[in-house]
């Protein structure tokens, strides 16, 4: 079925009135937007936001090789470990709300109503200055202030999200048919293993679009490092605002630009790796058909 097909389906067609309606909003609509930007535009220009003096600085050569490029860098390590962090805690606690077990179930429940609870500043902060007062990790690990940066960052990245991912997996579990995991159980199959093999490649199949959503929050939220002076790209622009002080807009402006175009490639990505995944779990049209064939005979 089309994207046409499926709209119509869904919503009845408009009549000649709705769309003369919905056209005349659309217009209004792009009037009052462009009108804005405008306004943004003339404000900005008649305080010197595009003269070229103050974009040299934070586009120089030398500031690019040796602020944003290790930045972006940094970002996306603390990006990456979060995500890897966010994803097992996910699974683990996501199937823990879900467990036979009661105690399990109840400190799944506790993990994830706690800590999706607390402000991400907050954990990062928090456990940041519990450490600095104690010691641990420079003290008894010997860890650099750059290693005891990016871990604390990681670990409420990965903490924070991995609650919320949890929710995410428990409501997509609920939202199966009961007859999946069922069939499961009338093989043989045992509550872990109808878990594995059933449950849980459908349910990350179908929360993609949630998970992806989450990943672009958690890629943001790297930007909380700053409270720790972790080297991220928000750290980076401040600096750079700071030696040049006429810069420091432009170079915010920069910094959210790359942020845009991370989180962009980043869901462009995740379409992708999701349309091959249906394509590779999508059953033939002749095997459907045969499917139905028996069903219908057995009727």
């Known amino acids: 079925m089309s994207r046409q097909q499926e709209s119509t389906v869904l919503f009845d067609a408009l009549g000649p009135k709705g769309r003369r309606n919905s056209n005349i909003a659309s217009i209004v609509s792009a009037v009052v937007i462009l009108g804005v930007l405008a306004f943004v535009v003339s404000v900005l220009a008649a305080e010197g ?9 934070p586009l120089d050569a030398l500031v690019v090789q040796t602020t944003w490029i290790p930045s972006i860098l940094d970002t996306l390590t603390a990006f ?6 966010a994803l097992i805690l996910g699974v683990i606690f996501g199937f823990g709300r879900i467990s036979r077990f009661g105690l ?19 954990l990062i902060w928090i456990s940041f200055t519990i450490d ?7 003290g008894e690990l010997g860890w650099s202030n750059d290693a005891r940066r990016l871990t604390f960052l990681v670990l409420g990245l990965g903490i924070y999200n991995g609650a919320i991912l949890a929710e995410i997996l428990r409501a997509g ?3 199966l048919p ?12 045992r509550h872990g293993q109808v878990q594995r093999l059933i449950v849980l490649p459908q349910v990350l199949r179908n929360m993609l679009p949630a998970v992806l959503a989450q990943l672009v929050i958690l890629l943001k939220d790297t930007s909380l490092g700053y409270v720790i002076t972790y080297p ?3 750290h980076s622009a401040n600096i750079i605002g700071r030696d040049y002080s006429n810069s420091f807009l432009q170079a915010l402006v920069i910094a959210a630009f790359i942020y845009f175009v991370m989180a962009y490639a980043l869901s462009k990505l995740v379409v992708v790796a999701e349309r091959r995944l249906r394509k590779k779990t999508a059953a033939p049209a002749a095997r459907v058909q045969q499917i139905e064939q028996a069903a219908f005979i057995a009727e």
């Open 232 to 234: 991220e790209l928000l």
């Open 49 to 57: 936001f595009f003269e070229q003096s103050r974009w040299v600085n």
């Open 173 to 175: 579990v609920a939202a």
């Open 132 to 138: 600095g007062y104690f010691g641990f990790t420079t």
């Open 178 to 189: 009961p007859g999946q995991a069922m069939a499961g159980y009338a093989v043989g199959l």
């Open 80 to 85: 990456a470990l979060g995500s890897i962090l």
């Open 104 to 122: 399990t179930r109840w400190a799944s429940t506790v993990y994830v109503q706690f800590f999706r609870s607390l402000p991400l500043v907050l």
